[in-house]
């Protein structure tokens, strides 16, 4: 395995793992949003959401541009989202086999 092809997987996956950037994802699946827009939207401080958002733009997850002083955001590869399809398939799988091993389990 390469070390550095680890690293780049790694960092791509860490710029999925936080709620916020999971929210931001989601709410830019229908396309370009303006700044003005996501913030109020995530009900946390602008520029934590600005942090999020450059963070994801550095992760090739998110591209952007400028309007005036508006700033555009939108998902810059689509397969994002299939990505977390399979987290959703992947968690509801093992909901129900924890749910199995649960019920297997003796009662005291």
Not at 89 to 99: G, P, V, Y
Request: hydrophobic share 45%; net charge neutral; glycine share 2%.
């Amino acid at each position: 395995m390469d070390p550095k092809k680890l690293e780049l997987e790694a960092d791509f996956l860490s710029a999925l793992a936080q709620p916020t950037r999971l929210k931001i994802l989601y709410y830019l699946k229908d396309g370009e949003k303006c700044a003005c827009e996501i913030n109020p939207s995530m009900k946390e401080d602008a520029s934590v959401i600005s942090r999020h958002l450059v963070k994801l733009r550095e992760a090739g997850i998110l591209e952007s541009r400028r309007e005036g002083a508006s700033v555009y955001y939108w998902i810059k590869e689509l397969r994002v989202l299939e990505i977390l399809k399979i987290v959703d398939e992947l968690l509801i799988s093992a909901s129900r086999e924890n749910a199995r091993i649960v019920e297997m389990l003796p009662l005291a």
